[in-house]
């Protein structure tokens, strides 16, 4: 029989099954071993006993048994009968979550547990749970649509591939048929960080983009520009000594754009994917951030003074507008160049510029908004990281913004860019997450650490360290 460890009470109920004497219940507390005087009449009675999680009788039933018996008088009767569980709830496990890219055959437990949270087992009749899996993919396929027997797994067949819809997981849902006991799991394949070492020209990378070659390109801030294969491989190349590279983007000739971050401005730098360096002489920049237009020109935001302007492929530069505090700068869906103004404790603000120099500035809602990265995401909105609220937040072109509460612990980092699922992915303190397009956030803990982060030309995310100087990259 079944006998739950959360017992602490048990009745029977006597019901003679011919006769004049009438139904009665008796009541006793008891753990494991449960003690009655009962007064049964002679002939065919029914006895049904019921172990309560309560003291008394009272509470929750656990586990019940019935049988039927003839009693005779004047000699010891022995009733016997099978304690079958009463189930309360569902608990779903799996020995593992799939990491993506590495096909795997997993095995998913699902058993019943009564009101105390005890799994039940036999001997006794056992619920049938039926399990269902809403991937329609066959990215995550189960092995059996339900468990009649507990401690039975079903095998999760994982083909290695992403989940694109939605948070990025199979929604796996166990049912009792007519009790309306269910419970809900999430199978997620987990992101694989790697980080590459072998950046020895300084500490602190500050910026990384795409290039023409389909390696990434870095900064280095005392002195260095980094390449970095899709395989890992590391090359770096000298910049002149008085340089501090720190914000970069690929150019529409094919080379690679170069801002300097010091105090003090510098000139717009320009290398080759063969490692050749050159200046635009009396560009005279303090780079922050840096893209590349629909003009073909070089859009950068200068941070001291707070400018906005563009420099052509001739070097030939013009300010076009006056934004100060510019965090990240992105092309939008519009054509036009968006841009972050992150002012904790005061109002930040997303900035638009157009080819022409016409600019608009949309404010957050709130002075406690710090709006840092930003990039235009496939549904025609441009999405943003605010750390000071730790919230994700999305916006039309015309400046109309709805903002996604984070419920995690760890902020949002400073960067934020569309996968190769369609999500916009961002980057925190601990690794980096996801949001979806209506709002299903999910965060994937690992040592990445990515000050900023793109789409490499392998679909795998790319940022980097600014606190080590690694490269570090997510594969999705």
Known sequence: MYVSPSTKSATVKVTPQGGTASSQTQQTNCTSTCTFQVSAPVGTDRFDVSLYNGSNGTGQVLSAGSATANIVANQTNTVSMTFDGVPASIKIS????????????????????????????????????????????????????????????????????WISAGDASAHITATIPGTGISAAFQISPQPIATAFAGVTGSPITAAIAPGPDGALWFTERYG??????????V???ATPSTYEPFAL??????????????????DMGRMTTGGSYSTCTGTNLEAIALVKAPDGNIWYANQSPGTVGRVTPACVQTEMGTSPAVQRMTVGPDGAVWFTQPSPGSVSYIGRITMSGTETEFPLPSTTT??????????????????????????????????????????PGANICVGPDGAVW??????????????????????????????????????VNLSNGQIDRVSI
Do not use: C
């Not at 006794?124 to 991937?135: E, F, L, T």
């Not at 930003?374 to 015309?398: C, Q, R, S, V």
């Open 235 to 237: 090359t770096e190349y």
């Open 94 to 161: 799996i020995d593992a979550q799939p990491v993506v890219h590495s096909p795997k055959t997993l095995h998913l437990t699902v058993q019943a547990e009564d009101a105390g949270g005890n799994v039940i087992i036999g001997p006794g009749a056992y619920p049938v749970i039926d399990v269902s899996n809403d991937d329609t993919s066959g990215t995550i396929v189960l092995g059996a649509s339900s468990v009649s027997a507990p401690g039975t797994p079903i095998d999760v067949t994982y083909n290695g591939a």
């Open 426 to 463: 961002f980057t925190t303190l601990d690794g980096v997450g996801r949001i979806s397009a209506t709002g299903q956030m999910t965060d994937y803990p690992s040592d990445a650490r990515m000050w900023q982060m793109v789409l490499g030309p392998d679909n795998a995310l790319w940022g």
């Open 370 to 411: 710090a709006a840092t990265g930003i990039t235009a995401g496939p549904d025609g909105y441009l999405w943003f990281t605010d750390t000071w609220t730790n919230e994700i937040g999305h916006m039309k072109t015309d400046g109309t913004m709805t903002e996604f509460p984070r419920n995690f612990a760890v902020t």
């Open 224 to 233: 260095y520009i980094g390449r970095i294969s899709t395989t890992g491989t």
């Open 249 to 266: 983007a690929a150019g529409s000739d094919g080379a690679i754009w170069i801002g300097d971050g010091s105090a003090g401005a510098s």
